[in-house]
């Protein structure tokens, strides 16, 4: 399902960081674990193209996304993944319901308000945000958030669900019911689908594949 | 009494026309300038904002000598523009309008890259990966954030732009009807000794200027209701 090796040199002033990461699965329910600062998101950011390694390759599925010595190097907008980032990235002058409909439409104008696309309705309703359809993103809560950007995702039909500590900034009850939602999404859609984390419990629940990462280095 | 009136009113005219003309264009080069500052890394970056920010620590008048020694008649670019094109900027309203443009362009330029530098470069990252292309994310995303912020400055830089004197008399003189601003009309008449006219336009200048300090007030953030949806 996946196949990566990654590398890059950060240099920052007198510090550096080395990133080398290695990983292949088939497993379609994969974690990233490790502490924090160890290169998860970096990992992450690469595999949607938001970060481009110095050198290496990147498969999803039958795709190559990545691959420095034959010059390939997809655009994330070509790359077809969907990225659930940590604090929801929400466009903050749009409704839950623009949000959700944002990726449906790629020209120079924002979904109107009132538009009602299909779509967007039925993410809506399985989700359970019908009600905030009209609020604004700095009105809701943090779970609720996080359901407007799963449905924002999910609308475009990703082929690799990227979802960055998704549970962290939740309170536990949120937490554990967010978990179930997202166990039974992965299996409904048959998506695959790889999620940072720091929680075992998470690891217990996604890790068909595990990445552990460490100082920017992985390891088996 | 008649006379007095039509000399201010003309004189207020052409102080909206050059300041409406001299803000049109900054609006484009402000915010353009503003982006490429706020979002692009290349050397020198910060000595081009140095340079960019100078029309608002010097004076006008040295703002003007730069301006007839680049596009006076016998500067190197006015000079061409008039053996080839036949075109004289120097004491014509044109020439007045890239006075004002010099002058307040830092107004609109600073007020710009610090709103693009504000907008989280996450939620461009999160409109990248659902599809859209640079300038859609630009229309969609980056500048109806930016808006609020841009316009303030844009509102001051007009103000500016009305109250330029020292450059715009440099460059394009004081032609009643012609070049002569308002703000160049009050100094000609304290000269002349007409008080009555130099109260007139005094007061017209004062009136506009606060209207235009109300408005930007209004658009400042901080300046907005809870929960707005631009928040």
């Not at chain 1, 399985?126 to 996080?146: E, N, T, V």
């Not at chain 2, 409109?127 to 808006?147: D, K």
Request: charged share 15%; net charge neutral.
């Amino acid at each position: 399902m996946l196949e990566m090796h990654i590398q890059k040199q950060f240099q920052h002033k007198d510090r550096a960081f080395r990133l080398d990461v290695r990983f292949q699965t088939s497993q379609s329910r994969m974690v990233v674990f490790g502490p924090s600062g160890a290169g998860k998101s970096l990992t992450m950011r690469a595999i949607a193209g938001l970060m481009t390694p110095d050198e290496g390759h990147i498969r999803l599925g039958d795709r190559t996304v990545l691959d420095t010595q034959r010059s390939i190097n997809l655009s994330p907008q070509q790359r077809r993944t969907g990225y659930l980032f940590q604090d929801y990235a929400l466009f903050p002058h749009l409704t839950v319901r623009q949000n959700i409909a944002f990726g449906l439409q790629h020209g120079w104008r924002n979904p109107r308000k009132q538009a009602q696309h299909p779509g967007v309705e039925h993410w809506l309703q399985r989700l359970g945000i019908a009600a905030l359809a009209d609020q604004y993103p700095a009105s809701i809560s943090g779970g609720q958030k996080q359901r407007v950007a799963l449905a924002r995702t999910l609308i475009t039909e990703p082929d690799i669900l990227l979802l960055d500590e998704p549970f962290a900034a939740l309170d536990t009850t949120l937490r554990s019911s967010m978990r179930q939602i997202l166990d039974e999404l992965q299996q409904q859609l048959a998506i695959p689908m790889l999620l940072i984390t720091h929680d075992p419990e998470d690891l217990s629940a996604f890790g068909d594949a595990v990445l552990h990462i460490h100082e920017g280095q992985s390891h088996d | 009494m008649f006379d007095t009136m039509n000399a201010a009113w003309i004189a207020l005219g052409l102080s909206l026309k050059v300041a409406g003309w001299a803000t049109t264009i900054n609006l484009v080069l402000g915010v353009a300038a503003g982006y490429l500052l706020a979002r692009g890394r290349f050397w020198g970056k910060e000595l081009l904002d140095t340079i960019l920010t100078l029309p608002l620590v010097m004076p006008p008048t040295v703002l003007g000598y730069y301006l007839l020694v680049l596009i006076g008649r016998k500067g190197w670019l006015g000079g061409w523009l008039e053996h080839s094109l036949g075109i004289r900027l120097v004491f014509s309203w044109q020439g007045a309008v890239i006075a004002a443009s010099l002058v307040a362009f830092p107004l609109v330029f600073k007020s710009a890259r610090a709103a693009f530098e504000n907008t989280d470069p996450q939620l461009e990252d999160a409109a990248r990966v659902l599809g859209l292309g640079p300038m859609a994310i630009f229309a969609r995303v980056t500048l109806p954030l930016a808006w609020r912020a841009i316009l303030a400055g844009v509102l001051l830089a007009f103000a500016r732009a009305m109250g330029e004197f020292g450059a715009t008399l440099m460059v394009a003189g004081s032609i009643p009807g012609q070049t002569q601003t308002l703000s160049i009309a009050v100094y000609e008449a304290v000269q002349a000794g007409d008080d009555p006219l130099a109260n007139r336009l005094v007061l017209l200048i004062s009136a506009v200027c606060i209207v235009i300090l109300l408005l930007a007030g209004k658009l400042l953030p901080g300046h907005q209701r809870q929960g707005s949806p631009h928040a």
